[in-house]
């Protein structure tokens, strides 16, 4: 691979003077420091500034950049004045030197190496006679002020942490037209100095997403059996939740590792120990979490959103036969459930986590015995639910 900096070297008439030292700031919407969600797409920018006026602007730069999240692939071609006179390639008016590879760099280990080109400072006058680049006249006064060297954008790792997009000084070469050159015969540089280097840091976080809502809805509690009717040993209840986010949110994003889940009980009535979160399937603003088995009866489970506020949650409870939703289960759930019965058959729409206690899909008069047997203990229930009760909701 041809070096850019050896290339500088000969063509660009550089000598062992210091002029203007380079600063660079590596930004993504003018800031050194965003904040985005798993996967998002970011968008950079690497803007140079040379520390005075004392030339006729940038002549050539090259750098090398590297991101602690992953691996990069080529920056931008630039296609407008006045970067497009540092660049070949894509574009009217790229008539600069380069990498061989691209204006944007080579990916080596997932870095970028050698970003960036030169202008045509030896006013080649390109074929049949002379290299085909670099062409075209110079564009002066490159970087006096802030420029936008270099652009780029890349993709947000899924894990919550914060990254940074940074630019190695060790690689980091420029050169800057001498002051009072006209281009006749050329234009005569001097490399440029090391300045400042602001790298930009990439928070990926979820502190953008906040839970608006649910289903099942936050503070339900399930009073269906914890059992199969037709196997009695494999536990069933709610493996899943739908959460909705604010607009803003973009849960496609989120993964696994975005929520928690933890469970509360009465003394001894748990392990404590929750379940997992299997799989996270996001679209829009809506994130549908599923979980590795149903969770536990006579239990709270929190599905917290990992870096959210201490309100970034849903909590879900099981009390087997707790129809009206007191946290108790006793006698008052019977006459609950004869009015969700009668409701049903009058045409209305109980809730069917509160009536339909044998999860039959239907509400009927058979959910009043799987009720009673649920308070007594009688199979296929493996506990006598009467008088248990939750705690208060965390």
């Known amino acids: 691979m041809r070096n850019l900096a050896l290339v500088c070297a000969l063509l660009c008439g550089a000598t062992a003077a210091f002029g203007a030292d380079l600063n660079i700031q590596v930004q993504s919407g003018g800031q050194s420091e965003v904040n985005v969600a798993p996967g998002a797409t970011v968008n950079y920018a690497i803007v140079g500034t040379l520390s005075d006026a004392n030339n006729e602007g940038l002549a050539l730069f090259g750098l090398d950049l590297s991101f602690t999240g992953g691996a990069l692939t080529p920056a931008d071609i630039p296609t407008t004045a006045p970067m497009d006179a540092f660049a070949s390639g894509a574009g009217t008016n790229n008539k600069g030197i380069n990498n061989p590879q691209g204006f944007g760099g080579t990916v080596i280990g997932g870095n970028l190496i050698q970003v960036g080109g030169g202008q045509n400072t030896i006013m080649n006058p390109g074929p049949p006679s002379y290299p085909p680049y670099p062409l075209g006249p110079v564009v002066t006064g490159v970087a006096w002020t802030s420029e936008v060297l270099v652009t780029g954008s890349l993709t947000a790792p899924m894990t919550l942490a914060t990254y940074t997009l940074s630019v190695n000084p060790a690689t980091l070469f420029a050169n800057v037209i001498k002051d009072g050159e006209d281009g006749n015969p050329f234009w005569a540089t001097e490399a440029a100095g090391v300045g400042t280097i602001t790298n930009l840091t990439i928070v990926v976080s979820v502190e953008d997403c ?100 201490g309100t970034d949650r849903v909590r879900l409870g099981f009390l087997p036969a707790d129809c009206d939703g007191s946290r108790t289960a006793n006698a008052q759930d019977i006459n609950q459930v004869i009015n969700r019965i009668n409701l049903a058959f009058g045409g209305g729409s109980p809730l069917m986590h509160e009536t339909d206690i044998n999860r039959s899909g239907s509400i009927t008069v058979a959910d009043m015995l799987s009720l009673i047997n649920l308070l007594n203990g009688v199979s296929p229930s493996p506990t006598a639910y009467f008088g248990k009760t939750l705690p208060a909701m965390p």
């Open 210 to 309: 906040h839970v608006a809502g649910s289903n099942p809805v936050d503070g339900w509690i399930d009073a269906r059996t914890p059992v199969s009717s037709t196997a009695p040993y494999d536990p069933v209840g709610w493996t899943s939740v739908e959460i909705t986010f604010n607009d803003e949110c973009d849960a496609s994003g989120l993964v696994a590792a975005d929520f928690a889940l933890t469970e509360i009980c009465q003394v001894g009535r748990c392990d404590g120990v929750a379940p997992s979160v299997a799989n996270v399937s996001g679209a829009g603003n809506v994130a549908t979490v599923t979980f590795d088995r149903p969770i536990d009866p006579e239990t709270w489970t929190t599905i917290s959103l990992v870096g959210g506020s």
